[in-house]
């Protein structure tokens, strides 16, 4: 797959470089860091900034663009083990995906389950997450309600983020925990939030509805890790 974007090519140059079979560069490179990376074990070429727009599909590429190997995903038994994974259901969104997966691997969560959505693609999700998806543990569920009962069955006590629910400065996290964040727009399915343990919330300050749910996602994982 294509990857593009300066700092998602460069996590994968510094992190990742067998991952890379190409290395496409349409800049100018100062010719020490071109030397650098002519020794590494990857193939280097230059093309034209025409070439780097089609390969790119006239995104925001930098200059910087990589052919890499495949996202390999994890499956749901690998997280067995696991003592906090965390639940993206239903949410779409390259951005917000990538910037909470960015911060989960920050944050030293276990693993990510993406669910609620029949497919996402790989390659916008490493570049939203910088690169991150590479190092983070990565589950696909379909089905929401049936990795809930998977979850529960392995010992997951599930948490859930809801408007109405206990303030999570507040709330004492089992060991075995997984947080379930929903949608942009519709947040945790009503089914779903009949299934859950403990709704948990962030409680505001000042007058104010809600927040980014990459934002509401780093705040709960680091108060509740």
């Known amino acids: 797959m294509i990857i593009f974007g300066k700092q998602p090519v460069n996590y994968l140059i510094e992190k990742h470089p067998a991952k890379i079979k190409t290395l496409f560069i349409s800049k100018d490179l100062d010719k020490k860091e071109y030397s650098r990376l002519m020794r590494m074990d990857f193939e280097v070429k230059r093309i034209p900034e025409n070439a780097a727009q089609s390969m790119s599909k006239s995104g925001n590429h930098q200059g910087f663009l990589a052919e890499v190997d495949e996202l390999v995903l994890h499956d749901l038994k690998d997280l067995h083990k696991a003592k906090f994974v965390l639940v993206l259901a ?5 951005g917000n995906m990538g910037a909470i997966i960015r911060s989960a691997y920050a944050l030293g969560i276990d693993a990510v389950v993406i669910s609620g959505i029949k497919q996402f693609s790989a390659e916008g999700l490493v570049r939203s997450s910088s690169g991150a998806a590479f190092d983070m543990p990565l589950v696909h569920v379909h089905n929401l309600y049936d990795l809930m009962n998977e979850l529960k069955l392995d010992g997951f006590t599930l948490y859930g983020a809801s408007m109405n629910g206990q303030d999570v400065r507040n709330v004492k996290c089992e060991n075995k925990r997984a947080l379930i964040m929903g ?3 519709f947040g945790i399915p009503s089914r779903a939030m009949k299934k859950l343990d403990v709704e948990v919330s962030i ?8 927040l980014n749910v990459s934002v509401a996602s780093a705040i709960l994982m680091d108060r509740m890790r």
């Open 90 to 94: 239903g949410i779409t969104d390259m």
């Open 183 to 185: 949608s942009e727009g």
């Open 203 to 210: 409680q505001m300050e000042n007058n104010f509805d809600s």
